[in-house]
């Protein structure tokens, strides 16, 4: 082993002989890495930092403090070290360069001059050279040369710190030897791999996470490098490296900033990847020479300790994304001679989870891990975790899974997961081994009690297999592990001793848990629910959670703790004094909520095997459980959880009800008392922000579920005036919700005694407006939404207003700008067209079909000339929809270059005739309901006017009268 004070050398593993070849054996069994981009000596990096177009340069650093430093006794000129190296004078003179080399390590042994870095960089790029031409005799004097840099840098000229060109040309010089630094990494020579490997730590080790950081956040390092070794402008680099200097107050902080820099800017940390990569290789194909295996293990080492620190910077982390590491790293931890909870085992970990989490470089580890062997090894890791039982190595248990749940997020990997039944499978035996005894060799010698880390596993467990509830191949795999025994397990209520003696705050919050997951995979285990009884599970725990505790129970109570599920609960403060104004909370409204959602999508199951699911809920009297909770009234300052409460029980009430009548029969008159309240909701409160408005769409969906359609509620909500509160409610409600009132309005408008209470109703206002007013006004305000090109103001065709013959009418006046501006796509027949789905998006239709249950004549009869206007084009409605689906076919036909036979096409000339004759007739109606209205506006003006003048007239003759001396 190498000592980190470098008195002691490791054994020679190679004959530093000129004449003498490179063994083979004892040498890294992997390609050179060296580096193919020219070299600049350090003369011309001098002379490019003082040509004219560095002026202006002083700018990049600012005046320094006072500082002392010792100064450095009979410096070496590397210059003429690297002149002697490369003229061709003294080219071949070897001893007399290892004389030089051997005088420079020594006169620089505590550490290398800042304002060097330049020169040395040449030097050893030039000796690397050499060693890769098989000069073997310039392994020793290399390996001299390097190790001093693991001292830090000396200052022999505070000045060219505090000056612009000085400043430039050790950054560059820097970035230059660090690079060169990472090509020896990769040397196919051990010895010199080890030293640069030593090095390197040295290096890392004395700068901090601080250090890495600030390299990103002080400015683009990557530019800035690009500039500097590229560009001959002055301009240019005083541009691209402005203000990316650090102001530090000590000039040794100055060189460790420019070092993080030189460290992070350029190659150096993707040289440093592949190389630990490469060390990984040569262990396992050579794994029969303990010697060399064990030096490529202290060299994999340091790398990785290394690496564990530059990756503190985000521009570092990236390049090691980029350089393929990610299933090394894995492998490395599957290895079964790898102690995955030492030092090494976190670092991996640790590098990974960086990996994975990082928004800049997400999509290059999915592509990294989506791979079948990563899966593997994923899950290798995994199951040696599971056998420890130390606290370090359930963390890194918890680690590893939470890197699973990350890469979850992507479908290859999902699917990769479930393949085999490896990962996915795994996970799912350990969480359930921890309640439930298991036989299965994986998980038989997996340890749990209640411990922090087991704790926090058990949740992130969970996490991760929601994200595969609506995974076909995952459901098969759910089937063979008991996970609803379970989940059944920690849905008890008060319970006295929690399963693995979890204290009561944990055992809540695993509840809450639990109830999420039950949520996510109850579409694909309807028989194991079944199995388990779940049914009555669940609804003994909603009785217990909406029950009303005394005050001294409710406060004591710990409610849903600090639970992600929990959240929004507890919005007012539980006091001793009653307040009807506030909510009453009993500390158990989370788990309410989480049990009403799971019936909901219980209910909401279509299935074969659910019928016999919702009749047992019928039969266990949740509809009156339901109908008892939401007749309490709402208290005026509700907060979010109680208002969400209720609208999961609407929900839950008009999935229960919906296309049954004998289940509405049993909502009953008791029902709908309950109901009509939730639709007088004020619209003050629709935009408070707490769930009011979809609440009231719940309370519109249940009187639509659980009202029409029964004759017993039908009757008991027309004694209530319920279809007043309804017409009320959609002359006020806002525009999103008049679709679904207007739905529900026309399907009470079918039945005689509805129908009569539409025509009964009258509005707000002066004079109070009539349902056929009110449709006319809807019908308006629609068409003013959709910006329809050929109506004015949202009801009169535009041709109606122009001489009659004057131009060409447009076929199809109820295009709205959406359609009017959409190009033609071919599309399958069972695909709808725009003008079907206009029917579904817009209450156009359901106008057209209120008008028509009411009678278009009794509604001409209702209408002012103005509103009559309007109707004549509802009347219509039909016929000018069907006559825009056939020009959609023509289009789409016609897009597609089909040619209709001769029959087809009669058919289609016809429809259009019938398009055009509809059109006109719209148009000469309204224009003769013009006509009469400007004739009555006319007559009522002249009528004015002959009032005016019969005033006139009367009051000349009284002051006729009055100036004859009669009055």
Known sequence: QHSDDGDQRPEKLIETKSNSPININTSYEMASATSTRPQTSAAQTASFAKSASFRGTEALSQTLPAHNTTPIASPIDLEKVLKLLTSKHSVDLLERHQHALQK????????????????????????????????????????????????????????????????????????????????????????????????????????????????DVQGDTVAMTASLRSSTDGRRILKAA???????????????????????????????????????????TTSDNKVLNAQTAAVKSRLLSTLAVVTSSKTALQAVAHADIFGTLLAELAS?????????????????????????????????????????????????????????????????????????????????????????????????????????????????????????????????????????????????????????????????????????QQYEELQLLCLSVLNSLLPSSLEAYHASRMNSQLLALLTWALQHPDNETAINHTGGVNSFHATGDFSHSRALTVDDSIPENNGRRSQARLVLRCLLTLIELRQPQAVELHQDVLDQDLLSQLVDYLDDPLPTRADRVCVELRTLALELCSALCQSQVHVQELFGTAGVDMLVPYLKTPSSVLQAGLGHHALLISAIDATWSCIVGCRLTEVHFYGKEGVFVLLDLLERCPVELRNLVLGCVADIAETDTGLQHVLQWQGQGHPRPNIATMLCHLWRDTCTDLQCPALVKGGLLSSALEPQGDGGATPFPLHSQAQAEAEVVPAPGTTPGLAVMEVLRNERAKIYGLCGLIGFDKCRDMLSNTDQIVLVLIEQYLNLKAGEVWAEVVDELDAEGIVPVDYDDELIIMTTQINSTKVSAVIEEQRALLDTQNIAARTEEELEFMKITESLQARAQLESLSQAGYL
């Open 242 to 284: 402005s203000g990316q200097l650090l102001n530090q107050q000590t000039p040794q902080a100055r060189v460790h900033a420019m070092v993080a820099r030189g460290l992070v800017g350029g190659d150096f940390v993707p040289q440093l990847a592949v190389a630990w990569r490469s060390a990984c290789d040569v262990m396992e």
């Open 336 to 504: 079964p001679a790898f102690d995955v909870t030492g030092y090494e085992g976190n670092l991996v970990v640790d590098l990974l989870f960086l990996l994975a989490i990082d928004d800049g470089v997400e999509g290059e580890t999915q592509r990294q891990a989506c791979s079948k062997q990563v899966i593997v090894d994923l899950a290798v890791v995994l199951r040696k975790l599971l056998l420890t039982t130390s606290t370090v190595g359930r963390q890194l248990r918890n680690d590893v899974l939470m890197l699973g749940t990350i890469l979850a997020n992507d479908d290859q990997i999902r699917a990769l997961m479930v393949e085999h039944h490896s990962y996915y499978e795994l996970v799912l035996r350990a969480l359930a081994s921890g309640d439930i005894a298991s036989r299965h060799p994986d998980v038989v010698k997996a340890h749990w009690i209640a411990t922090p880390e087991d704790f926090d596993f058990f949740k992130t467990a969970c996490t991760y297999v929601c994200k595969f509830a609506t995974n076909q191949a995952a459901q098969a795999v759910t089937k063979t592990v008991p996970i609803m025994e379970l989940l059944k397990l920690y849905l008890q209520q008060d319970v006295a001793k929690p399963p693995r003696n979890w204290n009561l």
């Open 104 to 215: 420079v390590a020594k006169r620089n042994r505590e550490g290398y001059i800042l304002e060097d870095t330049a020169s040395l960089a040449a030097i050893l790029q030039h000796l690397n050279d050499r060693i890769s031409n098989e000069q073997v005799g310039y392994v020793d004097a290399l390996v001299a040369c390097i190790s001093p840099l693991k001292h830090p840098f000396k200052l022999g000229d505070e000045a060219s710190l505090s000056a612009g060109r000085g400043a430039v040309v050790i950054q560059s010089g820097i970035m230059s030897l660090m690079d060169t630094l990472a090509e020896l990494l990769n040397s196919p020579v051990l010895t010199l791999a080890s030293e640069a490997a030593i090095v390197c730590e040295g290096i890392v080790n004395q700068l901090t996470s601080r250090h890495l950081v600030a390299a």
